[in-house]
């Protein structure tokens, strides 16, 4: 009976490592401690909250010497920067992008968006992330690279980039990504929507694709009530992100002037000076999830039925969603531990719906997904907020 | 000489009208002096500036009693306001709308998101917006009704929505745009992103169509940093407004399932809370803005080459920005007239390049456009700011 999952014990043992609260422990909430509130005043009483000031600048900054990206570029949301990262890759109607069907649906509707078709591919259980090597057997099997372009014979349709997301701040194992983005000539994206914070072989992630997506969701390590951001080392793409995000509009005193489909994308001043004071107070974010993941580990090591997802030798991760993982014999139970945990004042959710499930995706193409399969019956995440710790 | 314009003369005229300043006028500032740190502190102190907290409802039901429009929707900006009325009207890939190349070029950029293309309609002099009677003499010649839909005869192509745009904050010929909507079997959707505070026969803009999009640009008669609505007054639609705007997501406790490609429009709380201060300003804004363009009439009245725009008789207009028409013979010197008044630190400016001009809509279908290139050689905006009366 060693290997049964006992509910209770498992309530009483995330119990134990948070504090004492009448209310009920949300899953990731936000804190605001530091300047948000003399910066976002600043705005207000200079009247600078639109599209002029300089909380926009500041806070790309802060994100450029954080991240060490060349560029950052600060857009509305998360799905408005993966939406630009996808079209600065080139990726055009009819086009296929690889990304992970256990993603949220931000990634998957960003190819949507773009006219393009995403290609499902499976998890690395190691990394919670999209598995190079799933990705590399289905491409050796159905593509092709013909004058520098990977195509897949299956469908005919050009396959345009590599998108993968690295899952709750874990990155995906990114050296393997990179192999396979030159062995198949596939622009690389990482969608770090959930990473900031995160390093992998001691540099952060968001920069190892030739862009990047950032999001500052009111469920983010930091927020700036809805934004995100493009990362890139690249100077030319970093200045058609800021054109694209800024209606592609030609610089001039007073005539308008715009010379592609541009997008209304940039972020408001009065988000950007909430993320300047976010960023400040981001180490000690960072170092406040780690202690949380760390009691978390140590609470859970010997419960039966479960593993806590502890970060790998090569990673730091912020872990930004703390996640338990139920074993084989476990996952019927999932749905009831998560009205366990729900009904004992701890907000809980499984993983997303595996993108291939949605009637919106069913004709997207995708490769054997038997390991997101598994992944969606064991992922739970539990309590992650900062101020837990 | 009677009709020769007299730049400096009309620098004059102008500066009298507007508070002595060392500082440059701008075009339009934004105001705030009522209630926007109160509400935006809270948002901060709750820790509720993103997607959850009561602003966000506030707001929208503000919006609806002061428009008295059934259901207002709030988001992102009025690019997605008027992205999302496309696709609520059912405006698809390879269809065509109607809209005037007169305009800011959101509103061609918004057709371009669903796959369609615009048709460019001419302008009317009396309004500054779409002319009715040159759409319904272009559909006479080239459309026709089959099944209750219109088709353009000349491309092929379904003729899908009726988009007009009340110019500068003055509505069209509303009454106009019913009958041709009737006429052709056309949804019309009202593009009032400038026009909040301007109402046709005693009804709020934004009434009339089936669906209507709002902007809160830092540069519009309120502000909520960045923002928008969708306004309407079908439930159903409004719902999957609501729906669309906030990535489809099917609602339940904790599982993610989405049931069509979906949007991450929403409007964060804290741009929600501030434009719940904003509304309780409206009329007081909107008070100043018709006493400054009074006082605009009264003092150009006599100006020889040009005129100064005025509502008509059956609109209450905002007077968003104050407009000058420049006369046939002094059209010449519009780039003189606006080099003279942004040196002498009255912000000035044109209107937008005319859509049908850009490389980017060179293909896109039309109709005679001489009235708008007309205007868009005559016009001139002038300071417009609450905080000038």
Request: hydrophobic residues 45%; proline residues 4%; aromatic residues 8%.
């Amino acid at each position: 009976m060693n290997n049964t999952l006992d509910i209770d014990a498992l309530v009483a043992r995330i119990k134990a490592v948070l504090p004492e609260s009448s209310e009920p422990i949300a899953l990731h909430e936000p804190r605001f401690q530091g300047n948000e509130w003399a910066y976002v005043k600043n705005c207000i009483d200079t009247g600078w909250v639109s599209t002029v000031g300089t909380y926009v600048n500041r806070f790309e900054q802060s994100l450029s010497e954080y991240t060490g990206a060349k560029h950052a570029i600060a857009v509305v949301n998360g799905t408005a920067a993966l939406h630009i990262c996808l079209l600065l890759v080139g990726v055009e109607r009819g086009d296929e992008v690889v990304v992970p069907s256990l993603t949220f649906v931000a990634t998957a509707n960003a190819i949507s968006y773009c006219g393009a078709v995403p290609l499902f591919a499976d998890s690395d259980k190691a990394t919670l992330g999209m598995s190079a090597a799933k990705v590399d057997e289905f491409l050796v099997n159905h593509a092709e690279v013909r004058g520098g372009v990977c195509f897949n014979r299956q469908t005919g349709r050009r396959i345009a980039a590599l998108m993968p997301m690295h899952t709750f701040g874990q990155p995906v194992d990114i050296d393997a990504f990179l192999a396979l983005a030159d062995k198949w000539k596939l622009p690389l994206i990482e969608d770090a929507a959930e990473s900031l914070g995160t390093s992998y072989r001691g540099v952060h992630t968001g920069n190892f694709g030739i862009v990047s997506a950032l999001s500052f969701n009111g469920n983010k390590i930091i927020t700036t009530g809805g934004g995100g951001a493009i990362l890139t080392n690249n100077e030319a793409l970093a200045k058609r992100a800021k054109h694209l995000t800024t209606t592609a509009r030609v610089p001039h005193k007073w005539s308008f002037v715009h010379d592609e489909v541009g997008y209304n994308y940039r972020l408001p001043n009065i988000n950007a000076a909430l993320g300047c004071a976010q960023m400040e107070l981001l180490p000690e974010f960072l170092e406040r999830k780690r202690q949380l993941a760390a009691r978390y580990e140590k609470a859970l090591k010997d419960v039966a039925g479960l593993r806590f997802f502890v970060e790998r030798d090569e990673v730091h991760s912020n872990y930004w969603l703390n996640t338990i993982l139920l074993d084989q014999q476990s996952m019927d139970h999932r749905d009831h531990v998560l009205e366990k945990l729900n009904i004992s004042g701890l907000m809980a959710r499984p993983a997303w719906v595996l993108m291939h499930k949605l009637p919106i995706f069913a004709e997207a193409p995708r490769m054997d997904l038997s390991v997101a399969e598994a992944l969606e019956k064991s992922i739970i995440n539990i309590p992650s907020s900062v101020i837990l710790s």
